[in-house]
């Protein structure tokens, strides 16, 4: 027998396979992205506000990266139909499940905090509501309308796709918005698994075309979100084919991932990359342009739309 000590026992440890793999690393924001806004400002006022009248905004709900900034301002927006989604989609954070009644009087609370923020401009948008028979038509008519009497603003509306629903947009129309918004979001190849399988690219045009049909003066407006897998060539046919159905307003921003559940982020595209592309989709001959890592569909939405809007 060897004299030679033996060596310590080292318990290995143990590994279930039946274990969910570590997540994979969190991706460091690059320096465009980072923000250092102190609060101050009306951001308080704007804050205690949406509380006080029990409203949503898009602006918490999404997690949007612009709202101390937006709501220092006085400004936000408006979020109606509740805060439950019927869609799935995989970039967003407004939750999803069963919703609620609609709340009769929610068009008179916008109209109220529209007028003590005292808005010239104001944007309303929504969750998706396919459980409803009009998808929120009605609601948002309503409330488009309560909004002007209130405080005589220009209205803008970002809507979902009301899911080809029969005279839903008809019904919208009807309250007259000066701005009609509806973001394509992504290019057709990506379509499902960001917008899920009940968004349809060809209904993106089309409800894009129908409003400017029925509203010849109307500003058309689409945005969409890059850094999930896009191609440059995607984009300039997005591009394309929305001039072809009409549209004169484009956005184009960086997609941030707002929740460990939703896609994951395939690339940072950098400020000089949103710059060209802005030159090169202005070239192809959209009225207005904003493009870069923080726009947002509504984000000064004003100073976008304000060549051809008139209060009143």
């Not at 008179?108 to 529209?114: L, M, N, S, T």
């Not at 629903?165 to 499902?192: C, I, Q, W």
Request: hydrophobic share 40%; net charge negative.
């Amino acid at each position: 027998m060897s004299d030679s000590p033996s060596l310590p026992t080292v318990p290995l440890p143990i590994v279930s396979l039946d274990e969910p793999a570590p997540p994979p690393p969190v991706r460091r924001l690059p320096p465009w992205l980072r923000q250092n806004l102190a609060p101050g400002g009306g951001h308080g006022e704007t804050a205690a506000l949406v509380a006080e009248l029990g409203l949503e905004t898009v602006c918490s709900s999404a997690k949007c990266p612009n709202r101390l900034e937006c709501w220092s301002q006085r400004t936000a927006t408006f979020m109606i139909l509740g805060n439950v989604c019927t869609r799935p989609c995989g970039f967003c954070s407004v939750p999803r499940g069963k919703t609620e009644d609609l709340e009769a009087d929610e068009p008179e609370r916008v109209a109220e905090a529209a007028r003590r923020l005292g808005l010239a401009h104001v944007v309303i948008t929504s969750v998706t509501r396919d459980d409803l028979a009009d998808g929120g038509a009605e609601h948002f008519r309503r409330t488009v309308e309560a909004v002007r009497a209130a405080t005589g603003a220009t209205i803008e509306v970002l809507v979902p796709d009301f899911l080809g629903k029969e005279g839903a947009l008809e019904t919208l129309m009807d309250s007259r918005p000066e701005v009609f918004n509806h973001n394509t979001e992504t290019v057709p190849r990506l379509y499902r698994a960001v917008r899920g399988r009940k968004s349809v690219y060809a209904w993106t045009l089309e409800l894009l075309a129908r409003a400017k049909r029925l509203m010849p003066d109307v500003k058309t407006k689409s945005g969409l979100m890059l850094g999930l897998g896009e191609t440059r060539e995607e984009l300039l046919d997005v591009f394309a084919d929305l001039l072809d159905h009409g549209v004169d307003y484009l956005t184009l921003g960086q997609y941030l991932q707002p929740t460990a559940d939703s896609l994951a982020v395939e690339r940072y595209v950098p400020p000089e990359e949103f710059d060209e592309l802005g030159d090169l989709a202005r070239g192809m001959g959209f009225r207005k342009v904003a493009s870069g890592p923080l726009v947002r569909s509504s984000y000064h939405a004003r100073d976008m739309a304000e060549d051809g809007l008139v209060s009143g």
